[in-house]
Each structure stands twice: as structure tokens, then as C-alpha cells.
């Protein structure tokens, strides 16, 4: 299924994304950080976006902008939430967006088998157990009830992001610029309105790595955007939100983090689910 090859793709840029984030936010700053990613991406897609001609379709490029709004607010919620607890707790709980992505798309008359639900619980499961299982914080560490409002938030920013991006994808890649320029705008004003400090001793400014992090998330970004053309556009939503799973492989191939056999059993899961959506 195609709309899964799309969500796969995204999850490998979004999972090089946030292995780079811990790069980046000690010596930048969580907003300028987002900040110039989103910017970099935006200057990326450009030329390719003006290649194809102005839109055409008005609505489906306010949608996607519509979506940038949620992805900034979904963005930001995320880091608060992680700020706040620890990621037992805050990561099943934004990892299960798919379940949101699945119900818009009921509500909209897409057909969900039962074997389909069940695979998607099984990748949202999968997803939460693999990040909870590697955490060694202390489950009673920070404000459970403010950080479970910021996971929740975050989760049904992705759904929306998804769904609202994927509603739009008559605006070809137009959309996915729409939908940074959003987000530009709030966490360009967000930047402005905090001020926030640049970290002292950050050493000198990771342009390289933010430029490259601003392309894998324009390309995973467009990637969900554009499955909103073919069937089960969900699916792609599925699927990326494996992005979790991908960073901690990545963090164990590169970065030699320890890997639990327990987590293993967890990544088995998320793939078992996908395989089944894929011949469902």
C-alpha cells in the first residue's frame, strides 16, 4: 500500500530529525531551533513548489495552513510535554495519535476492518512500549496532570496536522509550504514574544545540521501531505508515527545506545502491525 511506503519514508526523516535534536537544543534553544528547521524547509520546497505554478484550489491550500497551525501547536506541546514528565508517561500518550487519524477518517466514511484497527493498535502499542521500556526516569518525576495535557494536546495536533494536510493535498506541494509558513508565523512570534535566551556556552551555531534537519522534516511533511491522494491516506499517518521507533534505532546503530531485549520485542510489534495493514 502506498500510502504506508509514504508514512515509512516520512518516519526515517523525522526519526533523523529528532536524533539531531539533542544536538541542537542544548546550544540553540528549543524555539529558534524549530524556528530555523521550519524556515530551512521552507526555502528547500520553495523552488520546487513554484516549478508547478501557483495553486489552484484556495480551500486546499487554506487547509494546509491549517495544518501548519496544528503542527506548531502540536510541536510545542511535545517538547513541554517531555520538559515536564518523564517519557513513560508522556510518550504511549503521543504516540497514539494514529487512533485519532483513524477516527477522523471513520467520520468521514472510510471503511476500518477489524483487522485494520487491530493492526494499528498494535503499531500505537509498539510505538509507546519501545519509547516507556527505554526510559529510566522515575515514573513519579514532574507534573503528571500538566504533562499529560501537553501529550494529549500533542497528539491530537499530529491527528489534526494529518488530517487537515492531507484534506488539502489538491495543493501538490504548495500545501506543505502553506503549512510552514503557518508555522513559521507562531513560532516566529512565539520567539519574539518569549525571548528566549540562546543557551550560554552553546559553541557556534549548527547551521549545517539544522539545514538537513529542515529538509528531512519538509520531506516528511510533504510525504504524509501528499497521501491525502491515494486510498487510506490514514495509513501514511499510521506509519509515520513510527518516527519514535526509528529515532531510538537510529540512537542504538549510531550513537551505541543501549537497546533492551524487552524493546526489541516492542519494535517486533510496531513492524508486525505494519506488515498487516500492508496485506489487510
Same mark, same amino acid.
Given at each position: ?165 492531507? !484534506? ?103 513492524? !508486525? ?8
Amino acid at each position: 500500500m502506498l500510502s504506508l511506503g509514504l508514512g515509512l519514508i516520512a518516519a526515517l526523516a523525522w526519526g533523523f530529525h529528532d536524533v539531531s535534536v539533542r544536538f541542537v537544543v542544548g546550544r540553540t534553544g528549543v524555539l529558534r531551533s524549530f524556528g530555523v528547521v521550519l524556515a530551512a524547509g521552507l526555502i528547500l520546497l520553495l523552488p520546487f513548489a513554484a516549478t508547478g505554478g501557483l495553486p489552484s484550489d484556495p480551500r486546499a491550500l487554506g487547509l494546509s495552513a491549517l495544518g501548519g497551525l496544528s503542527y506548531a501547536g502540536a510541536g510545542y506541546a511535545l517538547f513541554r510535554a517531555f520538559e515536564i514528565g518523564p517519557v513513560r508517561l508522556v510518550a504511549p500518550v503521543i504516540g497514539a495519535f494514529p487512533i485519532l487519524s483513524i477516527a477522523f477518517a471513520a467520520m468521514q466514511g472510510q471503511s476500518v476492518s477489524a483487522t485494520q484497527l487491530l493492526a494499528v493498535l498494535a503499531v500505537v502499542a509498539g510505538v509507546g512500549l519501545c519509547a516507556a521500556l527505554g526510559d529510566t526516569e522515575g515514573a513519579g518525576q514532574g507534573d503528571r496532570r500538566r504533562a499529560l495535557s501537553w501529550s494529549l494536546a500533542a497528539a491530537v495536533g499530529f491527528a489534526a496536522t494529518f488530517a487537515l494536510g492531507q !484534506a488539502g493535498a489538491a495543493a501538490g506541494l504548495w500545501g506543505p509550504v502553506a503549512a510552514r509558513i503557518a508555522a513559521l508565523c507562531v513560532i516566529g512570534g512565539a520567539l519574539a514574544i518569549t525571548r528566549e535566551p540562546r543557551p550560554a556556552n552553546g559553541g557556534p551555531f549548527p547551521w549545517g545540521l539544522l539545514i538537513l534537519m529542515g529538509a528531512a522534516d519538509a520531506l516528511a511533511m510533504t510525504l504524509t501531505y501528499s497521501a491525502g491522494r491515494l486510498p487510506s491516506p490514514e495509513f501514511a499517518a499510521v506509519a509515520a508515527s513510527c518516527f519514535g521507533v526509528v529515532t531510538i534505532l537510529l540512537a542504538w546503530a549510531f550513537l551505541k545506545e543501549a537497546m533492551r531485549p524487552s524493546q526489541w520485542l516492542a519494535v517486533g510489534l510496531v513492524f !508486525a502491525g505494519i506488515g498487516t495493514l500492508a496485506v489487510a
